[in-house]
């Protein structure tokens, strides 16, 4: 039976999981920076010091890195008092997070941690299993130089051998038998060798040699990655500094919408094929098994003007909204998205004007389809409160028995409500970052209006758990 602070319980946890997946400590549309991480803060220290096993338990879920690395942090940092039980659980729960982190982030989060300095046996172990699953010790040793040696050092790590000559003494040898380490070597000198290095390491010996930023974008082409391809796409034709081509077909769903968000309008219209047919392709892949098993679906789509986010996430909210339009369009072969602007050309968005949600969603809820999905910062404004009043008087007087299921997914975190905007009580609101976390939030978010307990929250939970921590990658 469900006591009330069970209750408190699910609904505190539901709270952080929201934070945790759409806040990354920077500044949005209504909120700076400041606000944000002093609301993350508090969050992270409540939870954690309440329901430690829960607080553990959400590095399985949708959460973003940078809220990962903060309970990553917490929990090594804080050991006093948990079972041997509730530490291995913790382990495989960090490590399994830790496996699935960009590296360069572990990297960063092993150097606040020397700097906080937490050392103890179970994050040095942490630390050291991590760095011997590498699979390329060289490579990050070149890549990542000042996060190896900061981690080698903080746990104890033996350093011997000629990785451990070029991390800490690189002129001890006049070359090295690893050809990546040889090369690195090599770049010092001359200007070939520094092609065969990773992008990012290049660039600063291409600076050292005063090499013309067309000629190295031409000819490291061929050794970046997708991102980094993606990145400078468009940024070397502006500055005719090369052309650097990538293949949009490929990029994760929710990146490319930021990347075409990001051209102008007329490049966008001059390359409409290819954008739609790379943000379908990108789709489809998303939605993997689930693709075209979703019935009649509407989707109601903010793109006013508080979409533009901030300097730090420009136009993130309006990419998230695109991301979600063309994967509930792979979802769902009955689909319908309304743009709170009215527009109708998904493909030449922009942020605008106020956010009707209110009417869009009587638009949407007009022909009564199998489900409703809103993406929106919940802001609705014109007029202030019509939303929540229209979703209110379907779900008791139109509705009552749930033919059409209703879920409000926002991008965005409210600072001062430690949680993001809701519309109404009567619908499921979930945070989200990824459009492609979309269906597993649609699952998650029925748990925030009361109808399922907090037995059913902590067996959901405890699945994601088990998953994650047998997810082979």
Known sequence: MDTRANLVAAED???????????????????DAAEQRMS?????????????????????????????????????????????????????????????????????????LRTAKVNNRRTRAIMRDWLAARPDPAFDAVKYRSGVKTAARHAHLPTRGELGDFLFAPRARTRYD???????????????ALYELPFTVAEGFAAKH??????????????????????????????????????????????????????????RAARRAELTAALRTAARRAAGDRAGTWGPTAAVLDDSFSTAGSTQKRRRPLAVALAAHYLLAALAPRHRTLWTSGRTDELLLYPYGPTPLGLRILDALEPAPERLVIVSDGWDNAPPGLAGEVLRAWRERLDPEERTAVVHLNPVYDADAFDVHRLSPAVPTAGIRDAE????????????TGRTGPAELRAHLDRRVARFLEDPR
């Open 178 to 192: 690893h050809p990546l380490l040889d090369t690195y070597r090599r770049a010092r000198y001359t200007q070939a």
């Open 40 to 112: 993350l803060q508090f969050l992270h220290a409540y939870v954690q010091g309440n329901y430690r096993e829960l607080y553990a338990a959400t590095l399985a879920l949708d959460i973003n890195d940078h809220n990962a690395a903060l309970i990553i942090h917490r929990l090594l940092a804080d050991t006093a008092g948990i079972s041997p039980g509730q530490r291995r659980t913790e382990g495989r729960l960090i490590a399994r997070r830790l496996a699935a982190m960009p590296p360069q982030r572990v990297y960063r989060l092993f150097a606040r």
């Open 13 to 31: 946890v539901l709270f952080f999981v929201n934070a945790a997946i759409t806040s990354t400590g920077q500044r949005e549309f209504r909120s």
């Open 437 to 448: 976390d979309l269906p597993a939030l649609v699952e998650l978010a029925a748990f925030a």
């Open 210 to 267: 005063r090499i013309p930023r067309r000629v190295f974008l031409d000819r490291i082409a061929p050794g970046m990655t997708r991102l980094e391809r993606l990145r400078l796409q468009e940024s070397a034709r502006e500055a005719r500094a090369g052309e650097v081509a990538a293949d949009l077909g490929r990029m994760p769903l929710t990146r490319l919408a930021s990347y075409v968000l990001a051209l102008p309008l007329d490049t």
